[in-house]
């Protein structure tokens, strides 16, 4: 039965649940979805309810007012662009809750954007979603890398504090295995130093 408001039909989320436990990835489920209807919102729905986000989290997602009303401006040929677009932006992204030590490494890393004036909007999107899907190791290596914003930023000192306290978290868990970890915490350190000179 389909819902009278998204075209999602049971048939529809079991056909991508089917396509993701065969090892699909969720763009590859999209594209096939979508190549087989008309209605492409629909497969985006159904692979991220296949996913296991939860009903609500899609509409907000791909709901009518949501930032994916593009998926109307594709034409048939073009399903796995559409899909990849969607996997670029997070649609496909399945929330996973933060433990204790990724919230601080998470608050830590807020502390340093907002040190050193903010984030383009594209690394902003990236950071979310590193968070969204638990992988805060990876929101680190990110800022680590990108540094403040602007070179004369005010808050460049407290920006590589917190980096570097974050860095140091990471590395005495089991992140701290991960030797591009290991070499972001040295980098940091020595930024820090720098500045502070």
Do not use: Y
């Amino acid at each position: 039965m389909a819902d009278e408001v998204t075209g999602v039909t049971d048939a529809l989320v079991e056909a991508a649940g089917e396509g993701l436990r065969a090892g699909a990835t969720p763009v590859a489920v999209f594209a096939e979805l979508a190549a087989r209807s008309t209605d492409w919102p629909a497969a985006a729905r159904a692979v991220c309810l296949a996913l296991g986000v939860s009903a609500e989290e899609v509409d907000r997602r791909l709901g009518p007012r949501s930032r994916h009303a593009f998926l109307r401006d594709f034409e048939a040929g073009e399903e796995e662009a559409c899909g990849e677009l969607l996997e670029l932006v997070g649609a496909f992204d399945v929330p996973r809750p933060l433990d204790e030590r990724g919230q601080e490494i998470r608050r830590l890393l807020s502390a340093a954007v907002r040190a050193s004036g903010g984030l383009g909007g594209g690394h902003a999107l990236s950071l979310s979603r590193r968070f969204m899907k638990a992988e805060p190791a990876e929101a680190f290596l990110s800022l680590a890398h990108s540094g403040p914003r602007g070179a004369g930023c005010r808050g460049t000192v407290e920006f590589w504090e917190a980096m570097n306290t974050a860095g140091t978290l990471l590395a005495s868990d089991e992140a701290g295995d991960d030797d591009r970890i290991a070499r972001a915490v040295e980098a940091c350190h020595d930024h820090l130093t720098r500045a502070r000179a």
